[in-house]
């Protein structure tokens, strides 16, 4: 299983970006993906989660009403829109294969500062 995040980058608090995820190794279509993050210090956090069929999503209280996570089964991707981003959103963001993050990739830096 590879997963590789992108997107990722220095933002204003109150602005938005979006990540991608692209898989390979893995029947992505029977897959739930996740995206968790980690900050400067800090454990793994879980983010959120969609179902193989994009059915179920789930997403942690603080992201919920500015996040949006999304997948394209053809094309084996998995996204993160972010909006009204804030400085404790900082951390790198990861997808992986279940919300503990297993099988995780090498993530991608978002910064929220001024």
């Known amino acids: 299983v590879r997963l590789v995040e992108s997107g990722g980058g220095l933002v204003q608090p109150g602005g938005s970006i979006r990540l991608s995820c692209v898989a390979s190794?893995?029947?992505?279509?029977?897959?739930?993906m996740d995206w968790v993050r980690q900050a400067p210090g800090k454990g793994l956090e879980w983010v959120a989660s969609?179902?193989?069929?994009?059915?179920?999503?789930l997403y942690q209280d603080s992201v919920k009403g500015r996040f949006t996570i999304s997948r394209d089964n053809a094309k084996k991707t998995v996204y993160l829109q972010m909006n009204n981003l804030k400085p404790n959103d900082t951390a790198r963001y990861f997808c992986?294969?279940?919300?503990?993050?297993?099988?995780r990739g090498q993530g991608t830096q978002v910064t929220v500062s001024a």
């Open positions: 969609i179902s193989h069929d994009s059915g179920r999503i």
């Open positions: 992986a294969t279940s919300a503990d993050g297993q099988n």
């Open positions: 190794g893995l029947a992505f279509h029977f897959w739930q």
